[in-house]
T-cell receptor, first 108, second 112 residues
Framework: RKEVEQDPGPFNVPEGATVAFNCTYS??????FFWYRQDCRKEPKLLMS?????NEDGRFTAQLNRASQYISLLIRDSKLSDSATYLC?????????WGAGTKLIIKP | EAGVAQSPRYKIIEKRQSVAFWCNPI?????LYWYQQILGQGPKLLIQ????????DSQLPKDRFSAERLKGVDSTLKIQPAKLEDSAVYLC??????????FGPGTRLTVL
C-alpha cells in the first residue's frame, strides 16, 4: 500500500457542480496535511492546509478524518478555472509525502 | 516579494552526460527542497536542507545525484551521469516554517 493514495481521475464535472475527492494515508501518526493545486506544466501551489476541525476557504472545504485516515477536498459551484490536478501532501515527522494527484476537468 | 528562482528552465542532454540545476529560494526561507516529478506522478522529494544541513536525502540516488547548499541560501543539484529515466521536471521549493512550500517554475530535463 502506498503511503499516500489518490484516485488519479480524471473527474469530468460540469461547470457549477460540486465535486469531492479523497486522499488516504497509511501513517496514523501523520501530523499535518495539505492540498496543493498544479496546473498543466506549472509548479504546485498551496491551495489550503487541512485542520483537524475542517476548514473552508470560499468554495473550497477541506476535511480530515483521522479515524479512517483520509483527507477530503470539496469544491462547490465549480468554475472552468478549477480544472487542474489536486495533490495531497502528508507531513510525517517533517518528511513530506505527496500523492500522485487527482485530475479535475470542468466542462462548460 | 520575489519567488523561488530556478535555472535553466529546460535542458536536453544525452545519456551519460552531466547536468546541474540551480535554485535560489525566497529570502529568509531556511528550508529548501529538491523534488523530481515524472509526468503523471506527484513530486518525489530528493533532498531537504535546513540552512546548509541535510535533513532528509533518503530518496536521493546518491550514486549519480548530488546536491549542496554551501552558504545556506542557493543550492545546486547535479546528475552525473544521467540516465534516460532521469527525464523529469526538477522542482525546487522553499519554506519558512517547514510546512507551507513555495515552488519555483522547475527545470524540465530531457535525457536522450
Amino acid at each position: 500500500r502506498k503511503e499516500v493514495e489518490q484516485d488519479p481521475g480524471p473527474f469530468n464535472v460540469p461547470e457549477g457542480a460540486t465535486v469531492a475527492f479523497n486522499c488516504t494515508y497509511s501513517n496514523s501518526a501523520s501530523q499535518s496535511f495539505f492540498w496543493y493545486r498544479q496546473d498543466c506544466r506549472k509548479e504546485p501551489k498551496l491551495l489550503m492546509s487541512v485542520y483537524s476541525s475542517g476548514n473552508e476557504d470560499g468554495r473550497f472545504t477541506a476535511q480530515l478524518n483521522r479515524a479512517s485516515q483520509y483527507i477530503s477536498l470539496l469544491i462547490r459551484d465549480s468554475k472552468l478555472s478549477d480544472s487542474a490536478t489536486y495533490l495531497c501532501v502528508v507531513n510525517n515527522n517533517y518528511q513530506l509525502i505527496w500523492g500522485a494527484g487527482t485530475k479535475l476537468i470542468i466542462k462548460p | 516579494e520575489a519567488g523561488v528562482a530556478q535555472s535553466p528552465r529546460y535542458k536536453i542532454i544525452e545519456k551519460r552526460q552531466s547536468v546541474a540545476f540551480w535554485c535560489n529560494p525566497i529570502s529568509g526561507h531556511a528550508t529548501l527542497y529538491w523534488y523530481q516529478q515524472i509526468l503523471g506522478q506527484g513530486p518525489k522529494l530528493l533532498i531537504q536542507f535546513q540552512n546548509n544541513g541535510v535533513v532528509d536525502d533518503s530518496q536521493l540516488p546518491k550514486d549519480r545525484f548530488s546536491a549542496e547548499r554551501l552558504k545556506g541560501v542557493d543550492s545546486t543539484l547535479k546528475i552525473q551521469p544521467a540516465k534516460l529515466e532521469d527525464s523529469a521536471v526538477y522542482l525546487c521549493a522553499s519554506s519558512f516554517n517547514a510546512d507551507t512550500q513555495y515552488f519555483g517554475p522547475g527545470t524540465r530535463l530531457t535525457v536522450l
